[in-house]
């Protein structure tokens, strides 16, 4: 059996490593489908009260079709968002202080939508809201965050929201009478997606 020369046997240790390095790296840092969609998140200094929430996500989009299970938790200043997979099995874990995001996946998992859109959607949904509701019947408007928001109310219900950040074009949310499901449409970014609550309240011994 023919041996190599140490200088050959060094370049192929290195060679070995640089490509177990690069595995490591994609198995920390595996791309997620989509793309990162603007928008504006209301800071959690600003979100009143304690959060405890379950909704079920579907998103559609040319390159994306997934549904997901959303745990959302807010305490003291922090809101908190776990994804789940269909078996119930963690997916990612996001952390929002004032507006910084940060997010947690396990190792070697890839996210088929990145999970900042889920939470801009969340923010769209129950966050970026025009104070004093509930509102007369008609379309009514105001700025929350320097987001435009406009807001249509019928016999003391929230039917459509438009959401429109400086800069971007506006998402579109409308709001079934079961008062659990909501219809998002961001053409600007191109993807649909229903949110249902599933539970809602505040945590125990808030």
Known sequence: ??????????????AGLAGCATLWN?????????HACPGTLLPTEYIRGQILLREQVRVRSDDADFGML???RKRGDALYVVGLDGFGAKVFELTQRGVEVSVDRPFGRSLPWPAVNLLRDL????????????????????????????????????TQRSVTPP?????????D??????????????????????????????
């Open 1 to 14: 059996m023919r041996r190599l020369a140490p200088a050959a046997l060094a370049l192929v240790l290195a």
């Open 26 to 34: 994609w198995g920390l840092h595996m791309p997620d489908g989509g």
């Open 70 to 72: 959303l745990a959302a």
């Open 123 to 158: 923010h769209r949904e129950r966050f970026l809201a025009l104070p004093g509701a509930p509102f007369p019947d008609g379309l009514h408007r105001g700025t929350v965050a320097g987001v435009r928001i406009e807001e249509h109310w019928i016999s003391g219900r929230l």
């Open 167 to 175: 800069g971007a074009e506006p998402v579109q949310l409308e709001f």
């Open 177 to 206: 009478a079961d008062g659990r499901t909501t219809h998002v449409r961001n053409v600007g970014c191109g993807y649909t997606a229903t949110l249902v609550t599933l539970e809602q309240g505040a945590p125990a011994g808030s």
